[in-house]
């Protein structure tokens, strides 16, 4: 039996020079962007560096790549991997919102493709230790960054915001019905002691939501979770951010496609897509979003949320 110290170097070694997470619509992203010899491809969430992998594979080192993400571990796992091929890369240590920043830095004006799959990297998830899932009892993070000098943590926003706030956040991001009850929880709970780790949060949301409502298909802290995930990191400011940005830096003739998993984040592309189709400046490729296929969804149960939106620019 394995000793906690053991568990944790072993997860230590997983998180710095592996990768656990599995690329949601892999092929369907990469062929939906319309990529060609000399193009320039940013990927705004690098994560696992699947899509970036898929892109060296199929174009053999003829596509610049440009990858930016928020998690120095993720950076140092996919420069493993790519140092092992003849692409042309670079990966910076960055949001997606800075995407001009980034550009500028590099000497570059303009993108040919962008790429942002939003949903949270299972290396994240399952071995970061920053507290994004319930599974574990892990301190209250929930941090995109590794940096330990971040301003705001779940931790902080659990025990110090105020209860109206905690709510509007939970329902807001997550469209959680029961966000009122559970905010008037977490505040009745932090009387009595801190709220510090994942299991001391998962036992006040079940002590506060009904008991039909803890045998449904979705389990009922993820909304919880997800919600406080999205506020910690200002997601869907980012969101936008990106997505501004990312527009006016792309090529005319380019393509800019995005993954969403939740319907908070799928409204937010869904709108800023059809203005820029309603006003001239863009064609939607796909007017549904493509979703994954039945055998993903098997092999790959966290894909089965996935929605992705495609658009071209054209002026």
């Excluded at 940013?42 to 790549?65: E, P, R, W, Y």
């Excluded at 990858?67 to 890369?89: F, P």
């Amino acid at each position: 039996m394995n000793t906690e110290k053991e568990k944790n170097e072993n997860r230590d070694s997983v998180s710095r020079y592996n990768t656990v997470h599995r690329t949601v619509l892999l092929n369907e992203a990469i062929e939906s962007l319309n990529l060609k010899p000399g193009s320039i491809y940013f990927d705004g969430t690098l994560g696992g560096a699947g899509h970036v992998m898929k892109v060296c594979s199929d174009f053999n080192g003829s596509v610049q790549i440009i990858a930016v993400d928020r998690d120095g571990g993720a950076i140092n796992r996919a420069l493993e991997r790519l140092s092992k091929t003849n692409c042309k890369y670079n990966l910076v240590l960055s949001d997606y919102r800075n995407i001009d920043n980034v550009l500028k830095n590099l000497g570059l004006e303009k993108v040919d493709a962008i790429l942002l799959d939003l949903g949270l990297s299972s290396d994240q998830l399952d071995t970061s230790g920053r507290g994004f899932t319930f599974k574990n009892d892990e301190p209250l993070l929930m941090t995109f960054s590794d940096s330990s000098r971040e301003s705001v943590t779940a931790e902080i926003i659990l025990n110090n915001w105020g209860e109206e706030t905690i709510a509007d956040i939970i329902y807001a991001y997550a469209d959680e019905r029961y966000s009122r009850r559970i905010a008037k929880a977490i505040v009745e709970s932090r009387k009595k002691e801190p709220i510090k780790t994942t299991f001391d949060l998962l036992k006040i949301i079940e002590g506060a939501v009904p008991n039909f409502y803890k045998r449904g298909k979705i389990h009922f802290a993820t909304k919880t979770f997800q919600a406080l995930r999205i506020g910690v990191n200002d997601e869907i400011s980012a969101l936008k951010d990106g997505m501004k940005k990312g527009w006016e830096l792309l090529n005319i003739g380019g393509r800019m496609a995005i993954i969403s998993f939740h319907s908070v984040e799928d409204r937010e592309v869904k709108n800023f897509f059809r203005e820029k189709s309603k006003d001239g400046n863009g064609i939607l490729i796909n007017k549904k979003p493509i979703v994954p296929k039945d055998e993903e969804v098997r092999e790959n149960p966290r894909s089965r949320s996935a929605k992705m939106r495609v658009i071209e620019k054209t002026n």
